[in-house]
């Protein structure tokens, strides 16, 4: 699992809204374990307790689970988007579009919405 941190958020919204896009498009799989919070704070060269809030907003929203002393794993049944984004999403994905590509272009559209 790839994240990127943008600068253009927080570091905690970064890394909550690219596991969430991980999870939608079908990249992270039901039940599939979550790296550890000090393991992807490591990775990331982040606080711990950024990361513990992303995960901990995940948990609230529906997206992961907890499980006390084995770590963080992604829900089942949550569709957040419909079923035809979601399929769009996992095309683009797998054609090799970046996951930094598809946040412009839907920050693009967000502010192309603004505009109007």
């Not at 529906?62 to 770590?71: A, D």
């Not at 839907?106 to 919405?113: A, Q, S, V, Y």
Request: a neutral charge.
């Amino acid at each position: 699992m790839q994240i990127t941190l943008s600068g253009q958020k927080t570091i905690y919204e970064d890394i909550k809204d690219t596991i969430r896009l991980y999870i939608v498009s079908g990249v992270l799989k039901e039940n599939e374990k979550l790296p550890s919070v000090r393991e992807l704070a490591l990775q990331l060269s982040v606080n711990p307790n950024t990361v513990a809030r992303a995960y901990d907003e995940l948990t609230q929203g529906g997206f992961i689970y907890s499980l006390p002393k084995k770590g963080c794993f992604v829900a089942s049944g949550k569709e957040p988007f419909p079923n035809p984004a979601k399929k769009m999403l996992r095309e683009l994905l797998a054609s090799g579009v970046s996951l930094g590509e598809i946040e412009s272009a839907l920050e693009e559209i967000r502010k192309e919405g603004n505009e109007r």
